[in-house]
């Protein structure tokens, strides 16, 4: 009996100090998701007006032709760049990504596409290097944080491998858009071959269709384009890093939750266990006086 | 007479919005001044250019833009700059300290297209900032 009340409180003060370690991680996960979604809306404007111009260049000249522009009639191979984070403790996020990034990889070798995997953040690239899988690029370290330059390497090298003659003649972007604090999804997007595709809101906005050009249209869509890309992929980031401190924070509630809930299971059967010790010594002390009561009884 | 409505963007944050009388920027081609009722334009800005927005009444707004673009439509003026820093904000001394080094650099012979548009982007920065350069 003793042995067992032992082994139960060892318990619970073990599961209490793992509830405090998810609870402490709970809280820095809900600080962290409002500066992450600060920065998420900080990126916006940029975005809007990015993808404004983009559609302002395409629509006004007829015959767009740049290399970003064009849909090759057989594509062999694909970059999809897969977007997942660098740290753990975060529930379904990673796997939810990986699963998509499979799913997509099917449908594209359905197509008789090879696709080729950019991986982003620590746990996807442990992912692929695990199953031996080759990938056309790995970036580690930012996944919490992603600054502008951080998208603007990834940016370049899908961009060049893109531009190469034996290249990926498509990308795809697989990462996870933060809809709210509960609500996250993961979306898969083309980014190239170019698909301007302007937020409905914004659909009354009527680009005249007269612009002008500085230096001329194939020279402002030369930088513009790239930029373009870039923008994507930043916000892929930024959505990516809010919706992993979202799923983290809930995981880590859940965690908590379900420690409370243990140590109120083992407090319950800890005090039962004491209450059996206590009644059983007291009938054993109750039973041994008898016994000598009934002996000195005999004796008289 | 009409305003023109500016916003400043770069990709980590929108920089400056407001109401201008007059936007004079610095594309590849040269330097461009809008004002309200100006044709529709895209033009691409240059590496380490200086950003003028004239308000009435007020002081003018300076900035340093590094690359980017300018669209003008509808009196709604968008710089999408890659970076972009109010000259308010500058910090001088650091800007100072990074042409310097740029140029050293220059002159010790290692002249190279990254320690050039180093060097001009921090004389942008101090321009911006009020500063003789």
Redesign the interface.
């Known amino acids: 009996m003793g042995a067992q009340l032992r082994l139960l409180r060892r318990r619970i003060s073990s599961v209490k100090s793992t509830a405090k370690i998810t609870r402490a991680q709970e809280l820095i996960a809900s600080s962290r998701i409002v500066k992450a979604q600060q920065r998420m809306q900080a990126a916006v404007p940029y975005e809007q007006e990015i993808t404004r111009a983009v559609s302002g260049v395409v629509s006004n000249t007829s015959s767009v032709d740049h290399p970003l522009t064009v849909e090759k009639e057989q594509p062999h191979s694909a970059g999809v760049l897969i977007v997942t984070s660098d740290s753990g403790f975060c529930g379904g996020f990673n796997a939810n990504v990986l699963r998509e990034a499979e799913a997509l990889r099917g449908l594209l070798e359905e197509r008789g596409i090879r696709a080729v995997p950019f991986v982003v953040g620590r746990k996807g690239v442990t992912w692929h290097t695990f199953r031996n899988r080759e990938m056309g690029g790995r970036w580690e370290g930012f996944s919490r944080k992603p600054s502008y330059a951080d998208a603007k390497t990834i940016a370049d090298t899908l961009i060049e491998s893109f531009k190469e003659e034996n290249g990926i003649d498509e990308i795809h972007i697989v990462s996870t858009e933060f809809v709210s604090m509960l609500t996250q999804n993961v979306v898969v997007k083309r980014v190239l071959p170019l698909e301007v595709v302007e937020s409905e809101a914004e659909s009354d906005d009527v680009i005249p269709p007269y612009f002008e050009f500085e230096p001329n249209a194939a020279e402002v869509l030369d930088s513009l384009l790239p930029r373009y890309v870039e923008s994507r992929i930043f916000s892929a980031l930024l959505q990516s890093a809010a919706s992993e401190e979202a799923s983290r924070r809930r995981a880590m509630k859940s965690a908590t939750d379900n420690a409370n809930e243990l140590i109120r299971v083992f407090t319950m059967q800890m005090n039962q266990a004491r209450q059996a010790e206590i009644t059983q010594e007291i009938s054993e002390i109750v039973g041994g006086a008898n016994a000598l009561a009934d002996a000195a009884a005999g004796k008289e | 007479m009409a305003k023109l409505r500016v ?1 400043v ?6 920089i400056w919005s407001g109401e201008a009388d007059m936007v004079i920027a610095k ?3 040269g330097e ?1 001044g809008i004002m309200p009722g100006h ?6 800005l240059v590496e380490g250019g200086v950003l003028r927005v004239k308000r009435g009444g007020e002081s003018d707004l300076v900035a340093a833009v590094h690359g ?2 300018i ?1 003008v ?2 009196n709604d003026v ?1 710089i ?1 700059a ?1 970076a972009a820093e109010l000259g308010s904000e500058v910090d001088v001394a650091a800007a100072r300290d990074a042409l310097q080094r740029a140029q050293s650099s220059i002159e010790a012979g290692q002249e190279d297209a990254d320690i050039r548009l180093a060097a001009k982007r921090a004389r942008a920065r101090l321009r911006a900032a009020g500063e003789e350069v």
């Open positions: 916003g963007v770069s990709p980590e944050r929108e594309t590849v081609d461009i044709a529709p334009v895209l033009g691409v980017g673009f669209s439509a509808n968008s999408l890659e």
